[in-house]
């Protein structure tokens, strides 16, 4: 089994959406209903930011052309785009926030 490794980085405040940088790769971590959700910032269709779309407890929609996308596989569910996005493992240690690089 191939071993995940993490980042620590900020929590965001409950409810809201922060863009951290992991490796390069722009990453939104929500906070969403206290669940804590990452995945890749740029979306698949043309490369907007998904951070200024709209986040629920299973998807995120774009704000450009209203894609959307499957927050626990990454898959597109509605609008233009066919690639998926990348979802990321979170995990808490204590007070740290981990996410998967
Ligand atoms: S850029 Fe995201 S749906 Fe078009």
Not at 43 to 54: D, Q
Not at 70 to 99: A, F
Request: neutral net charge; aromatic residues 2%; glycine residues 10%.
């Amino acid at each position: 089994m191939k071993k995940i490794e993490f980042e620590a980085v900020a929590r965001p405040a409950p409810g809201a959406a922060s863009v951290v940088t992991i490796d390069g790769v722009a990453v939104v971590l929500a906070d969403v209903g206290g669940r804590l959700r990452a995945f890749d910032d740029t979306c698949t269709h043309r490369g907007c930011s998904l951070a200024g779309g709209t986040i629920d407890a299973s998807s995120v929609t774009c704000p450009c052309h209203r894609g959307r996308f499957d927050l626990s596989t990454g898959v597109p569910l509605d609008g233009p785009p066919v690639e998926p996005i990348r979802v990321r493992v979170v995990r808490l240690d204590g007070d740290r926030v981990l996410v998967e690089r």
